[in-house]
């Protein structure tokens, strides 16, 4: 374990010092994602134009639910979310090889290989959003909230870890995964255009247990709003530990599988 | 002359039957994005509104489901990571190296992979139709004016993409470009939203991009609605096409530049 932290901040250090010879590409993650979210935000002013709540959620509730996504988005894009997307292309080539034969956990070393220190920078405008967005709808969040959002939040970043490695790992058999990564994108895209209290019934256990992308963003804003309950955070936790199980037993699969270079 | 570029188009297409379930992965993403807009649209109509943006929930599922369906024939945003990646690894000589023009090999391949996927969605329509009946058929009128729209408003798309990927020329990852561009792509053309939820001004302004003719336009022409609009939607378009054509060759020739072969 300690020796896996120090190769992930070895990479890390690594990661940033290429970043000052191509300041370009440090600052665009941050002006990119600011304004796909900045964009989302315009999305849910558009339709709250035609709305008046969604299942109780007024439009500065929604506002913060994207907020808490953008927060996510750029924790996760700062850290993994560019290693992780590189995953089936490194099975496919044989790339894996390299990562095989390094004294560190090769899932690892994938994940964080090619962390964006730019986007870091994506939680400044997230908070500011969040900030506005509870102060317009009236929201008191004293210290047991902001602690129960930050451990939700917490939570999320490591389901959406294991979400999104599981869904790379199918490239040990699938070979090609553009057709899934589209569809694993097309979920994502669920986690922030729909806001969970839209959810009911059955499509609440589909998408905030067993797809549970509609969990990522609205779990921490109803901790924050005071929503969820003590069987909520059992759910979620649950959920987070069952895929951080999966996603490694799918993982040691795979490798198990895998056979090189044209795997 | 063309017959190199129909040759790749056909490539393109037969290597695609390779892959049969990333087709079908492709149109269930579709299929995702308008449940996410019917569960959305459901929980706010459940209220006293029963209509949005003049549609009911019936119909704007079925504004969603044809629209969503019509962007997945757009494959040029997927190539476009790929001709980055030839940029950024030194592939990109094969393009110098033989009499191919890359902006048209570009074109030709998303063309190819395009059409199987249109191959797909024609096959989904008609056992649609075989299942739900006429009333899941297009508009005759509207279809006719929607199909030279989609593959002018496509081809612009491709273009646009085709300059995205030359930013590889310039910076080691075009992936914060590229995912805006398609954000804003799929914002303005009414894919995430109804382009009749905007405000008039918006609305207004946008009759003078490319974009609402890559979903919302067709998805309101399949319905039968927008026939008035259509003929100066084509025309804005075409001038769009050319537009286009002209800066990806500007930008081609500044930016190709910048390349040192294998590592640039």
């Known amino acids: 374990m300690r020796r896996n932290l120090r190769v992930i901040a070895t990479m890390l250090k690594l990661r940033l010092t290429r970043y000052t010879a191509d300041p370009a590409s440090f600052w665009s993650g941050f002006l990119v994602d600011s304004a796909v979210f900045g964009l989302q935000a315009a999305i849910f002013l558009v339709i709250y134009r035609e709305a008046d709540s969604i299942n109780g959620w007024d439009r500065w509730r929604t506002l913060f639910f994207v907020g808490t996504f953008m927060l996510l988005d750029g924790i996760w894009m700062s850290l993994f979310f560019f290693g992780v997307i590189g995953i089936p292309d490194a099975i496919r080539t044989g790339r894996l090889e390299l990562y095989l034969a390094k004294p560190a956990d090769p899932l690892a070393c994938l994940s964080f290989e090619k962390a964006d220190p730019g986007s870091a920078l994506v939680v400044l405008p997230a908070l500011a959003l969040l900030a506005a967005s509870a102060r317009a709808a009236g929201l008191r969040a004293g210290p047991a909230e902001i602690g129960a959002y930050l451990l939700a939040l917490g939570l999320m970043l490591v389901l959406m870890y294991d979400l999104m490695v599981l869904a790379r790992t199918l490239a040990f058999w699938l070979g090609r995964t553009g057709g899934l990564q589209e569809a694993e994108g097309a979920l994502v895209e669920f986690g922030f255009r729909l806001p969970g209290k839209a959810l009911r019934g059955p499509w609440k256990i589909l998408f905030r247990a067993i797809l549970p992308y509609g969990l990522i963003a609205s779990f921490p804003a109803e901790a924050c709003f005071g929503e969820a309950g003590p069987l909520t955070w059992l759910a979620a936790i649950g959920t987070a530990a069952a895929f951080t199980l999966l996603t490694r037993l799918a993982w040691k699969a795979g490798l198990r599988r895998y056979a090189g270079s044209g795997s | 002359m063309r017959g190199k570029y129909l040759a790749m188009s056909r490539i393109a297409f037969l290597e695609r039957l390779a892959y049969p379930g990333e087709a079908v992965l492709i149109l269930a993403s579709a299929g995702i994005r308008t449940f996410v807009a019917w569960l959305l649209w459901s929980a706010i109509l459940s209220g006293s509104r029963r209509e949005a943006g003049g549609m009911?929930?019936?119909?704007?599922?079925?504004?969603?489901?044809?629209?969503?369906?019509?962007?997945?024939l757009d494959r040029s945003e997927g190539y476009a990571w790929e001709f980055a990646a030839e940029i950024r690894s030194g592939s990109f000589s094969k393009y110098l190296a033989r009499p191919v023009d890359p902006a048209r090999c570009f074109l030709a391949v998303s063309a190819g992979r395009g059409a199987w996927q249109a191959c797909l969605i024609l096959v989904l329509g008609a056992l649609a139709a075989l299942v739900l009946g006429p009333g899941a058929l297009p508009d005759p009128a509207g279809l006719a004016w929607a199909l030279p729209i989609l593959a002018l408003g496509l081809t612009a798309l491709a273009l646009l993409n085709f300059m995205t990927s030359l930013l590889a020329f310039a910076f080691q990852d075009i992936t914060p470009f590229h995912m805006?561009?398609?954000?804003?792509?799929?914002?303005?053309?009414?894919?995430?939203?109804?382009?009749?939820?905007?405000?008039?001004?918006?609305?207004?302004?946008?009759?003078?991009?490319?974009?609402?003719?890559?979903?919302?336009?067709?998805?309101?022409?399949?319905?039968?609605?927008?026939?008035?609009?259509?003929?100066?939607?084509?025309?804005?378009?075409?001038?769009?096409?050319?537009?286009?054509?002209?800066?990806?060759?500007?930008?081609?020739?500044?930016?190709?530049?910048?390349?040192?072969?294998?590592?640039?």
């Open chain 2, 56 to 72: 009911d929930l019936a119909a704007l599922v079925a504004y969603y489901l044809v629209a969503s369906i019509l962007r997945t």
């Open chain 2, 180 to 264: 805006m561009k398609n954000e804003l792509v799929n914002f303005l053309s009414g894919t995430v939203v109804p382009l009749a939820m905007m405000p008039p001004w918006a609305r207004a302004a946008l009759a003078f991009t490319p974009f609402p003719p890559l979903a919302s336009l067709p998805a309101r022409l399949w319905a039968g609605e927008g026939l008035a609009e259509a003929p100066a939607a084509l025309a804005t378009l075409a001038a769009w096409v050319l537009a286009l054509a002209l800066a990806s060759r500007l930008a081609l020739g500044a930016l190709s530049a910048r390349y040192e072969e294998a590592g640039s």
